[in-house]
């Protein structure tokens, strides 16, 4: 009995795991200013501020442009940041807000100079609700910081059809263990939402 | 009764059968369960929107550049990221080395596993990858969202983007095999890389299986198994570090229901020869 993804599975096992700098570490190298600390930062969460971005404006030139504002923003305001007051992702997320919705800003501005010259005929803005998309680019990133196998747990269990029990035979991981990594996933995204998500 | 067992409640939100009919009538009259239940149902509801297909998009390399400019830093974003340790002196293990390739790729290594830490970074992608990776990612959310308008989905039908395309060949210590051939190419899948594999190659007895193959010689991820058609699509394990493991290798099993390597190597390939993320990344050969 073979399912379509269990011989790539096989030998799970023999994956190597990175070991990231942790969240808490990135922070603390960040807000004391350590030289590293922008670099740390960025790799950590540049896919996220950009991600925001790139689908929020749907413009990678301009994505790029408000990737690079959040940073260098960040960078020079790092003093204005409480990691007791919250994550240093949800703090960049709030200026990423910002920064897109001061793009958005300048493109209906635009795009108002163009309708008095053309009268008529002007596109919509893109007006995507930006809390659904800050929470769902929240959740990919948080998914993809989650321990493997646990991230492939709920990844088969959001996008395969599969029941918890078709997971474990193909993770080869006993039954118990598939059910604590599906609840302690799914609690730990729900955590990142509720801590820098849209609700916060 | 006491509430209902939260590795229940993450069963039902995620749309699963789960619990007894007591769960059931509990949820039913319990406000707090309820509620619990609907936080992670939106939780769930939320990932699934857009799909497996909704990965985060990498900036490209110029940003930082530009962002270290700006604020006066200097250096990579993942400074001081180690790059793979050279394959040490040493020889791998005789029962279960296999043939080292003509070109002496395989050099030998020893058992131990290759660092995979890197700090920051794509974990194990190798240098090539992640930026074509990172524009395949690009390429679909920006083509998605110009398609529909509102940047906020990401086209699932579309064809995972080619990331390398690897020509297989047979090995010159297998003769029997001097006909064979193949190919393999690299997708930028949902959630994963995919990994096509066509051989061209007479039908012995036994089966074809695909194998991802470590510089040490001595490692391998099965990928799985040839179908009779000779062309398969394959999953590469997601967190493969794919500086390590940079051949690709189509072997011939006996039906003895062996799960190691028959050693019977019908063609192997490697992955773009920039692949090793730079100079270090070579073997260390000098």
Redesign the interface.
């Known amino acids: 009995m073979r399912t379509a993804?269990a011989?790539?599975?096989?030998?799970?096992r023999?994956?190597?795991?990175?070991?990231?700098?942790s969240d808490e570490d990135v922070s603390a190298a960040f807000t004391e200013g350590r030289?590293?600390g922008?670099?740390?930062a960025?790799?950590?969460f540049?896919?996220?501020?950009?991600?925001l971005a790139?689908?929020?404006?749907?413009d990678?030139a301009e994505?790029?442009d408000i990737?690079?504002q959040v940073?260098?923003a960040a960078?020079?305001g790092r003093d204005g940041f409480d990691p007791h007051r919250g994550t240093l992702g949800g703090w960049l997320v709030a200026i990423t807000r910002n920064k897109i919705a001061d793009a958005l800003r300048g493109r209906q501005r635009d795009q108002r100079l163009l309708r008095q010259i053309a009268s008529g005929g002007a596109t919509a803005v893109?007006d995507?609700p930006l809390d659904?998309?800050v929470?769902?680019?929240l959740?990919?990133?948080e998914?993809?910081q989650l321990p493997?196998p646990q991230?492939?747990a709920m990844?088969l269990?959001?996008?395969s059809d599969l029941?918890?029990e078709q997971i474990a035979a193909t993770l080869r991981m006993p039954l118990g263990t598939v059910?604590?990594n599906?609840?302690r996933g799914?609690?730990r995204?729900?955590s990142r939402?509720e801590a820098d998500g849209a609700a916060h | 009764m006491p509430h209902t067992d939260?590795?229940i409640?993450?069963?039902l939100?995620?749309g699963?059968r789960a619990g007894t009919a007591a769960d059931e009538d509990h949820i039913a009259g319990c406000a707090g369960c309820r509620a619990e239940l609907a936080?992670?149902a939106d939780?769930?509801a939320?990932?699934?929107?857009?799909?497996?297909a909704?990965?985060?998009?990498?900036?490209?390399e110029?940003?930082?550049q530009?962002?270290?400019a700006?604020?006066g830093?200097t250096?990579?974003?993942?400074?001081?990221a180690p790059q793979p340790s050279p394959d040490a002196a040493g020889r791998p293990s005789p029962d279960t080395a296999l043939p080292p390739a003509a070109d002496g790729a395989a050099g030998g290594g020893p058992r131990a596993?290759?660092r995979?830490?890197?700090?920051?970074?794509r974990?194990?992608f190798p240098r090539w990858l992640r930026g074509r990776l990172a524009a395949a990612a690009?390429g679909l959310?920006?083509g998605a969202?110009?398609a529909a308008?509102?940047?906020?989905v990401v086209a699932p039908a579309q064809a995972p983007p080619v990331v390398a395309r690897i020509v297989l060949r047979p090995l010159p210590q297998f003769p029997q095999w001097q006909g064979a051939s193949g190919t393999a190419v690299m997708r930028a899948g949902?959630?994963t890389l995919l990994l096509d594999v066509t051989l061209h190659a007479p039908r012995r007895p036994g089966f074809y299986e695909v194998w991802l193959l470590g510089r040490d010689g001595v490692?391998?991820?099965?990928?799985?198994?040839l179908p009779a058609s000779h062309a398969g699509s394959?999953?590469?394990?997601?967190?493969?570090?794919l500086r390590?493991y940079t051949r690709i290798d189509v072997s011939l099993q006996s039906f003895n229901g062996s799960?190691v390597h028959s050693k019977t190597s019908v063609v192997r390939g490697s992955l773009p020869p920039a692949a090793a993320g730079g100079s270090a990344g070579a073997g260390g050969r000098a």
């Open positions: 993804i011989p790539a599975l096989r030998l799970f023999y994956c190597h795991r990175v070991d990231p700098v030289p590293e922008l670099g740390l960025y790799e950590r540049g896919p996220l501020v950009y991600t790139l689908r929020s404006v749907d990678a994505a790029e990737t690079q940073f260098v960078w020079r893109s995507a659904l998309l929470d769902r680019v959740l990919a990133d998914l993809a493997e991230r492939l990844v269990a959001f996008y029941t918890h059910k604590s599906i609840r799914l609690a995204l729900r939402l | 939260p590795e409640l993450a069963l939100a995620l699963e936080r992670l939780v769930v939320i990932a699934r929107h857009d799909g497996p909704a990965q985060l998009a990498r900036p490209p110029q940003v930082w530009r962002i270290a700006a604020a830093v250096g990579a974003p993942a400074a001081g596993r290759p995979p830490a890197r700090r920051g970074g974990p194990g690009a959310v920006i969202g110009a308008g509102v940047a906020s949902t959630a490692s391998m991820i099965s990928l799985g198994d394959f999953t590469i394990p997601p967190g493969t570090d390590f799960p």
